[in-house]
């Protein structure tokens, strides 16, 4: 069964930084594309940033210069580092992985529905 499990998460203040990593188990990591997700309690779920098997990645203009998104294919894990972080950057974040190579504009533009496979999520929150 494959699975997805995020870490990372935590509480920050203002401007500080997080890194959230997500492990894949019980599948090959080049089998799929991978995206951050993000969901505050009453909001839609929305893709945070993707990226594809070249490593090109794509993000949200909420987050863009700020978050960096990257993958160890060998370590079968996916990261996002967050810097300079926001008050409205608290969420429940969750990585997620899509059963088809897309690239990462693709990922980001098709968004949850071409996602399958889910992690728990992990939470982030940042004080001001």
């Known amino acids: 069964q494959v699975q997805l499990v995020e870490s990372g998460g935590g509480s920050v203040q203002s401007g500080g930084s997080l890194r959230l990593s997500c492990a894949l188990s019980?599948?090959?990591?080049?089998?799929?594309?991978f995206a951050w997700f993000r969901q505050t309690l009453g909001k839609e779920r929305e893709v945070v940033a993707s990226i594809d098997d070249d490593d090109w990645t794509s993000y949200s203009e909420s987050v863009k210069d700020r978050f960096i998104i990257s993958q160890d294919t060998p370590k079968k894990t996916l990261y996002l580092q967050m810097n300079n972080l926001k008050s409205e950057d608290s969420s429940t974040y969750f990585c997620a992985a899509a059963p088809r190579r897309l690239t990462a504009i693709q990922a980001l533009n098709l968004g949850a529905p071409a996602f399958e496979i889910w992690g728990r999520g992990t939470q982030v929150t940042v004080s001001s």
């Open positions: 019980g599948g090959d990591y080049g089998d799929f594309t």
